[in-house]
């Protein structure tokens, strides 16, 4: 049984940290696949270039405070995720 079908995605900051931790698992697939292409010969000016489709924007205010930032209302209410 995959890891997918094992974990409850429905909503607050455990799915936010499940999104997270897919996309990080994607991108590493991808990079894997890339590199495997490049070592078993192909030439890189033929390899596609891949683009992002979807942006995460994440705030830490705790990290924010810190630094003395005010983070205005507007950027919060774009953020995908704010971390307290």
């Known amino acids: 049984m995959s890891m997918a079908s ?3 995605v429905a909503t607050g ?3 936010a940290a499940y999104r997270r931790y897919t996309a990080m698992v994607c991108a590493r697939h991808r990079t894997a696949t890339y590199v495997d292409k490049l070592l078993t010969g192909a030439k890189p000016a033929y390899l596609p270039v891949e683009q992002p489709s979807q942006f995460d924007l994440i705030i830490d205010l705790r990290a924010a405070q810190a630094l003395g930032l005010t983070v205005p209302q507007h950027v919060l ?3 995908t995720e704010v971390l307290q």
Do not use: E, G, H
């Open 77 to 79: 209410l774009q953020a």
């Open 13 to 15: 900051p455990s799915c």
């Open 6 to 8: 094992q974990v409850n």
